[in-house]
């Protein structure tokens, strides 16, 4: 849920009340209740909150009726991504609602407080490792038994993102043997740090990224990249993924012949799922097994984890509304460089320039 009790009552004290859909907060076991104790108003359905509101907040991105349902000059701030979602930018545009893509808050020092998808993605690397550990066959740590020693597993983790690194610490916690790729060679110290073991390509030019992410590589990295991984894959207990490309489907790191590499019984969490997924095969919103390997590509993956997730994002929430109101008015500069970032729509137009670019 995207805003807990807790936030209500700080967000009162800047002037902002809230209303909330009765239930919205239930499955991240906040009661509507305990929303009423901290000041919040409770409507009955979507309807009769939205027409009351000068704001909707939420986690997902809205459906097409629930745009329409909104009162023009409204605004929303939820996830967006608004580069393949042309047809919802369109709709905001045309109600005259100002759009703030919480996807699209610059990866910076200042917005680190208000970044829900460095928040979230931390959330999921954790939830990751819980996910294959309960799903492997085998233990993580080496033990030493009457039986004998029983070997650690070896967990492979491809990204080194926000998701990835905090996947690396849980996984060597676990007592794991940990493997990391990603294709920012300036992550191996944090990936080290960790007690990870960086694998590196070598030898072949690396395309610079922005704003915190991997950039598109070329086919002879991709290649030699594959060749690396091969290696690996088929060492692994556990391969976890977590590369991502804004606003582009995921790139498929694992192929078919990758997995069918890997002992039956190992385990693959895709945490690119939701954009198409990382792995050959996987099918985002489920989990399968393919020759003999369970491939797991839940969709909302900081859902499992409801209670945290909800708090993690309800606080950068709140953080992202101190900086964008005053007094419980808005005071959105669009030279400002969050607001640039991260606002979309405003005033019947297309205000981002990418967004702009894109959808016509």
Same mark, same amino acid.
């Given at each position: 849920?995207?805003?807990?009790?807790?936030?209500?009552?700080?967000?009162?004290?800047?002037?902002?009340?809230?209303?909330?859909?009765?239930?919205?907060?239930?499955?991240?076991?906040?009661?509507?209740?305990?929303?009423?104790?901290?000041?919040?108003?409770?409507?009955?359905?979507?309807?009769?909150?939205?027409?009351?509101?000068?704001?909707?907040?939420?986690?997902?991105?809205?459906?097409?009726?629930?745009?329409?349902?909104? $009162? @023009?000059?409204?605004?929303?701030?939820?996830?967006?991504?608004?580069? %393949?979602? !042309?047809?919802? *930018? &369109? =709709?905001? /545009?045309?109600?005259?609602?100002?759009?703030?893509?919480?996807?699209?808050?610059?990866?910076?020092?200042?917005?680190?407080?208000?970044?829900?998808?460095?928040?979230?993605?931390?959330?999921?690397?954790?939830?990751?490792?819980?996910?294959?550990?309960?799903?492997?066959?085998?233990?993580?740590?080496?033990?030493?038994?009457?039986?004998?020693?029983?070997?650690?597993?070896?967990?492979?983790?491809?990204?080194?993102?926000?998701?990835?690194?905090?996947?690396?610490?849980?996984?060597?916690?676990?007592?794991?043997?940990?493997?990391?790729?990603?294709?920012?060679?300036?992550? $191996? @110290?944090?990936?080290?740090?960790?007690?990870?073991?960086?694998?590196? %390509?070598? !030898?072949?030019? *690396? &395309? =610079?990224? /922005?704003?915190?992410?991997?950039?598109?590589?070329?086919?002879?990295?991709?290649?030699?990249?594959?060749?690396?991984?091969?290696?690996?894959?088929?060492?692994?207990?556990?391969?976890?993924?977590?590369?991502?490309?804004?606003?582009?489907?995921?790139?498929?790191?694992?192929?078919?012949?990758?997995?069918?590499?890997?002992?039956?019984?190992?385990?693959?969490?895709?945490?690119?799922?939701?954009?198409?997924?990382?792995?050959?095969?996987?099918?985002?919103?489920?989990?399968?097994?393919?020759?003999?390997?369970?491939?797991?590509?839940?969709?909302?993956?900081?859902?499992?984890?409801?209670?945290?997730?909800?708090?993690?994002?309800?606080?950068?929430?709140?953080?992202?509304?101190?900086?964008?109101?005053?007094?419980?008015?808005?005071?959105?500069?669009?030279?400002?460089?969050?607001?640039?970032?991260?606002?979309?729509?405003?005033?019947?137009?297309?205000?981002?320039?990418?967004?702009?670019?894109?959808?016509?």
């Amino acid at each position: 849920v995207a805003i807990i009790p807790e936030t209500v009552k700080k967000l009162a004290a800047k002037k902002i009340e809230t209303v909330l859909q009765s239930g919205a907060g239930e499955r991240a076991f906040y009661s509507d209740d305990e929303y009423k104790a901290a000041g919040a108003q409770v409507a009955a359905s979507f309807e009769e909150m939205a027409s009351g509101i000068d704001l909707l907040v939420k986690v997902q991105k809205p459906d097409l009726a629930e745009v329409q349902k909104l $009162k @023009e000059g409204t605004a929303l701030i939820s996830l967006l991504y608004p580069m %393949v979602n !042309g047809e919802i *930018v &369109k =709709a905001l /545009a045309s109600r005259k609602i100002t759009s703030i893509a919480l996807d699209m808050i610059p990866r910076t020092t200042l917005a680190q407080s208000m970044d829900v998808l460095s928040s979230q993605a931390n959330i999921a690397g954790y939830w990751a490792v819980v996910a294959a550990a309960s799903r492997l066959p085998k233990f993580f740590p080496m033990l030493m038994t009457a039986a004998g020693t029983i070997t650690p597993a070896r967990v492979l983790i491809m990204g080194a993102g926000v998701a990835g690194l905090q996947a690396i610490g849980t996984a060597k916690r676990l007592g794991a043997v940990v493997g990391a790729t990603d294709v920012r060679p300036e992550t $191996k @110290e944090q990936v080290e740090s960790l007690g990870g073991r960086f694998l590196q %390509v070598t !030898g072949v030019e *690396v &395309k =610079a990224g /922005a704003g915190g992410y991997a950039a598109e590589q070329s086919e002879e990295y991709k290649k030699k990249q594959a060749e690396l991984v091969a290696t690996a894959i088929g060492k692994a207990d556990v391969v976890i993924t977590t590369a991502l490309i804004p606003g582009r489907r995921a790139p498929i790191l694992v192929t078919e012949a990758h997995v069918k590499s890997m002992r039956p019984g190992s385990v693959i969490i895709d945490l690119a799922a939701e954009q198409g997924g990382n792995v050959e095969g996987c099918e985002p919103g489920h989990e399968a097994v393919k020759h003999g390997v369970t491939i797991v590509g839940l969709s909302n993956v900081p859902s499992q984890v409801a209670v945290h997730a909800s708090q993690a994002f309800s606080r950068n929430i709140e953080k992202l509304l101190t900086h964008l109101t005053a007094d419980g008015a808005w005071k959105i500069n669009l030279d400002e460089e969050i607001a640039k970032g991260c606002v979309i729509t405003r005033e019947g137009v297309i205000v981002h320039p990418k967004v702009k670019e894109v959808v016509k």
